[in-house]
């Protein structure tokens, strides 16, 4: 369910580029050191995007190394210096993870259901390390309502993204005050809705050739492209609100909202309307 939230690589500047990949490296650097080497593999982009509005809400001086690591073993790359906000997203994101395998592993079947029970399993002692239990409880309710919600009848997909959105709220705002909590807390939440309509988008093909839930009622693009447009509305109100002196994490920030997020969803809906004229 993690991955959409991506830059429009080919309009950022070339210093913006080496800097959103040098903040992803120092993020996987730092899920290695606060929280543990497995916990690494649940890197995701929307974790970058989270770490980027934090550093834009609080102006925090970072810095920058160089260093080798598994995926460029012969070559240094540059990466962001642990920080504040790469410990918390980095143990955020690891909760994520964890939560997201907890699901597969009760809503998928057959081979793919053994290896999200596997994985899961695995990823116990990533959740531990998070150190995070009252969020880690936020999000275990969430994740049992969505569940819960899922399983009974005449649920509508906007109550299901609404769940959604108050957990990835929860995520945004966790430990912030003030109104840098209530805009992040109102940005992780259309974000958060804009996440499960588009993945439902994306896997509404595959999860109806399995037999496996999906949430959508049909593949009525027009409907879900004015539902995801909505939703990216009311997120770039809130992150408009936002403060933010550093004009390279601003761009950055204002680039995924702005155009990433926005060519994602096109190319999903583009192939989710395909599949509806072929059938």
């Not at 929280?35 to 980027?52: A, H, I, K, P």
């Not at 834009?56 to 190394?65: H, P």
């Not at 997909?157 to 805009?183: I, M, N, P, Q, T």
């Given at each position: 369910?993690?991955?959409?939230?991506?830059?429009?690589?080919?309009e950022?500047?070339?210093?913006?580029h080496i800097?959103?990949?040098?903040?992803?490296?120092?993020?996987?650097?730092?899920?290695?050191?606060?929280?543990?080497?497995?916990?690494?593999?649940?890197?995701s982009?929307?974790?970058?995007f989270?770490?980027?509005?934090?550093?834009?809400?609080?102006?925090?001086?970072?810095?920058f190394?160089?260093?080798?690591?598994?995926?460029?073993?012969?070559?240094k790359?540059?990466?962001?210096?642990?920080?504040?906000?790469?410990?918390?997203?980095?143990?955020a994101?690891?909760?994520?993870a964890?939560h997201?395998?907890?699901?597969?592993?009760?809503d998928?079947?057959?081979?793919?259901?053994?290896?999200?029970?596997?994985?899961?399993?695995?990823?116990?002692?990533?959740?531990?390390?998070?150190a995070l239990?009252a969020?880690?409880?936020?999000?275990?309710?969430?994740?049992?309502?969505?569940?819960?919600?899922?399983?009974?009848?005449?649920?509508?997909?906007?109550?299901?993204?609404?769940?959604?959105?108050e957990?990835?709220?929860?995520?945004?705002?966790?430990?912030?005050?003030g109104?840098?909590?209530?805009?992040?807390?109102?940005?992780?939440?259309h974000?958060?809705?804009?996440?499960?309509?588009?993945?439902?988008a994306?896997?509404?093909?595959?999860?109806?050739k399995?037999?496996?839930?999906?949430?959508?009622?049909?593949r009525?693009?027009?409907?879900?492209a004015?539902?995801?447009?909505?939703?990216?509305?009311?997120?770039?109100?809130?992150?408009?609100?936002m403060?933010?002196?550093?004009?390279?994490?601003k761009r950055?920030?204002?680039?995924?909202?702005?155009?990433?997020?926005?060519?994602?969803?096109?190319?999903?809906?583009?192939?989710?309307?395909d599949?509806?004229s072929?059938?």
């Amino acid at each position: 369910m993690f991955g959409y939230v991506t830059p429009l690589t080919e309009e950022l500047k070339v210093k913006e580029h080496i800097l959103y990949k040098s903040i992803y490296c120092g993020l996987c650097r730092a899920m290695g050191k606060r929280v543990c080497g497995e916990s690494r593999m649940t890197l995701s982009y929307d974790m970058v995007f989270l770490v980027l509005i934090r550093l834009r809400l609080s102006g925090e001086k970072v810095s920058f190394i160089t260093s080798r690591c598994a995926a460029s073993p012969f070559k240094k790359k540059p990466m962001m210096e642990r920080n504040e906000a790469l410990d918390y997203c980095g143990a955020a994101g690891s909760l994520l993870a964890y939560h997201k395998l907890a699901d597969d592993a009760s809503d998928k079947k057959g081979f793919r259901r053994a290896i999200a029970l596997l994985l899961r399993s695995m990823a116990g002692r990533m959740r531990r390390k998070a150190a995070l239990p009252a969020l880690d409880t936020v999000l275990s309710g969430k994740m049992e309502e969505l569940s819960s919600l899922e399983q009974a009848e005449g649920t509508t997909v906007d109550e299901l993204a609404h769940v959604f959105g108050e957990l990835l709220a929860a995520v945004f705002g966790w430990g912030l005050e003030g109104s840098d909590k209530r805009l992040s807390e109102e940005l992780g939440y259309h974000v958060g809705k804009w996440i499960y309509l588009l993945d439902a988008a994306d896997d509404y093909e595959a999860d109806r050739k399995r037999g496996e839930y999906n949430p959508l009622p049909s593949r009525d693009r027009e409907s879900l492209a004015c539902a995801l447009n909505l939703e990216l509305e009311a997120a770039s109100r809130a992150m408009d609100l936002m403060a933010g002196e550093d004009p390279g994490i601003k761009r950055i920030t204002e680039n995924i909202l702005y155009q990433g997020m926005p060519a994602r969803m096109e190319k999903i809906l583009s192939r989710h309307a395909d599949g509806a004229s072929a059938t």
